[in-house]
């Protein structure tokens, strides 16, 4: 099933191209509202969130080097009471490696020697989704307490899965020996580069996800919200490309003869074959106190403590909220990596952006996005 998304996209750019916290775009202000949002999360501990994406390595990796994902989603939400409905695209990518692969990555991309160690014991793990799709939900509503569930459908376009593991050697004249096991599920790019001549695989596949929300009012000072995106994810691509086998530079053997013959590099499989695949949740749950104001009850001050999980990783924050009649302006710091955090949220859009350093091309961490809400 295809999903047009033309106008989403087009009514989203007119709000820009940021998304702010999901806690901010939920409209509980309004029964009947419609909206729109763009959200980009990024994060690395490899190297800058731009290099890794544009495969250009420009500097050592960080010598803890283990993961970097970038997800990316787009589209049109509307509530009418408790049900709503959200049409969406999304793009998940998910890099999971070790210090020693990415030490070899960076020095052969670089033309170097693989010398600085005696050898490398590689690591590698790539996942890619991209898919349409739309979610369809439900809100309950108590006294001090409210939940949301949502249910997703995705068609997915595009889907890889690649997983090296092995050991490399290097030497001063830029030779690389060693072996691997290459693991690999494909609608496109692949590392063997094998192509789909004669439609011998699918492209396409389906997902299902499930999605949770939780408000509670635990007093009249003190809230919390929970927001669990893809709690239960389920994607199935059928007949995708596929290829196992072993590579190994040393290809010679005694034959029966004994004489010596040659072995090809690449030694294995490559065919169709069905591909199961999950995503990692993202969890979302910020605790808020709310001091007491008796002199202005047009504002209000808050302090905030957050914990986040996305792409396996676990983020803590700790921050303050300074709420106005009509708005409310959000300052958090994530107190791991020291990135500091801005929201804005009005009755009529929300913004929020993340930053850990000031000249972007050295970025680690980074989210940025904008939701515009009409209610009607």
Known sequence: MKINLLCAVTLTALFCTVWANKSYANNKQFNNNISAYVLSESYSNILPIKQLID??????????????????????????GNISFNVAHRIDYFVFTNPDTAQAFYLERTDQPLTTQASYQLALQLHHQRSNGFRVGYQWQFDGFSTEINLGYWDVSASRESQITGEIFGDNNNNITG?????????????????????????????????????????????IDVDIKDLYTQFNMKSLGFSQGNVDTDGTFINSLGGKSYLPLYRGIFGAKDFDFTLPEQVNLIAKYQVENSINESFSLGYLARYKRQGEVNFYYAGVEFAFENSALRFMLDLEHYSPEIQYSSSWYAITFALDDIEIEQAMQFSLGLSGHYAF
């Open 179 to 223: 072996t691997a096991e290459i693991t690999e599920y494909y609608n496109d790019k692949n590392f063997l580069k094998h192509t789909n001549n004669n439609n011998k695989w699918e492209t396409d596949g389906y997902g299902i996800t499930l999605d949770l929300a939780i408000n509670w009012q635990v007093t009249d000072n003190f809230n």
């Open 55 to 80: 495969d250009e390595w420009k500097q050592a990796p960080a010598t803890d080097s283990s993961i970097g994902f970038t997800q990316n989603e787009t589209g049109l939400k509307a509530y009418w």
